[in-house]
């Protein structure tokens, strides 16, 4: 892979407030290349426009540091980063997201978002396959932390932390995801999966969770949704039900639900036993 370290040096603290790299024209070159990795520099980069990731391959976006490399978006609407195209084994990690609507990803396969910090929006994944969100901190935003929608298919949601979201993981039309070891704390709601996917097409994981202080309901598993494995979850602290789930074929083992003010579980299985 060949590698584009590429960095300013900015004069002060308030030219690195006011002023961006020029990243959008670094990340074309590594595109044009074939592949690289372009490295942000520190300090709090805005933007007025969305960095757009097009038809890329083996390529990484890289801040030099997780807690001084920040990106922020003017527009609340615009994401700050999207990911769209043919694109496959693209990386963006060790970056701070303020304002705008976080990354958004169309289509593509293995793309990896890792160790950054979302403060308001997350990351959107419309048909990705193959990729994930891991050891990110997302905080204080309105809608969910990771969204997962038009027939995104084996993403993995690992080891993140998620606080004063409104919702922290929402699975729409989604098929074969593991969301594992993630921590979900002072939420209205922790996980959402609606069952949009065609019969048999689910078989989510839901692993090692902890849910603590939840507004809401902290897993909710809707109608149509099928084959889903949920074990080893903690659940304490709920103004609704530990779990609501619907559907059929799902497997639940080894969770624990304390404290849900609604009760523990919402059985609405057709299968129920």
Do not use: Y
Request: hydrophobic fraction near 45%; aromatic fraction near 4%; charged fraction near 25%.
């Amino acid at each position: 892979m060949r590698l584009f370290f590429l960095f300013l040096l900015l004069a002060s603290a308030q030219v690195r407030a006011q002023e961006a790299p020029p990243l959008q024209e670094w990340i074309k070159e590594a595109v044009q290349a074939g592949g690289g990795v372009v490295t942000v520099p520190d300090g709090e980069h805005v933007f007025t426009e969305t960095l757009v990731i097009e038809d890329a391959k083996k390529l990484a976006l890289r801040g030099m540091g997780r807690e001084g490399c920040v990106l922020r978006m003017k527009d609340a609407a615009k994401p700050v980063i999207e990911i769209r195209g043919e694109v496959e084994r693209v990386e963006i990690a060790g970056i701070i997201f303020q304002g705008g609507a976080g990354v958004r990803v169309r289509g593509g396969k293995d793309v990896q978002v890792r160790d950054c910090i979302f403060e308001g929006p997350g990351v959107v994944m419309l048909g990705a396959r193959e990729s994930g969100v891991e050891r990110c901190s997302f905080r204080d935003g309105k809608g969910a932390a990771v969204v997962l929608d038009e027939s995104a298919r084996q993403i993995v949601i690992r080891g993140n932390q998620v606080t004063r979201m409104a919702l922290a993981f929402d699975l729409r039309a989604a098929a074969e995801c593991v969301l594992e070891g993630n921590e979900v704390r002072d939420c209205a709601a922790a996980i959402r999966i609606a069952g949009l996917e065609p019969v048999g097409a689910q078989r989510h994981v839901v692993r090692d969770n902890g849910f603590f202080v939840i507004g809401g309901d902290a897993l909710v598993a809707a109608a149509g949704t099928r084959e889903i494995l949920i074990e080893g979850n903690e659940v304490d602290q709920t103004q609704g039900f530990g779990f609501v789930i619907a559907g059929e074929g799902h497997v639940l083992k080894a969770n624990t639900l304390t404290g849900t003010q609604a009760g523990q579980m919402r059985d609405e299985r057709v299968d129920k036993p």
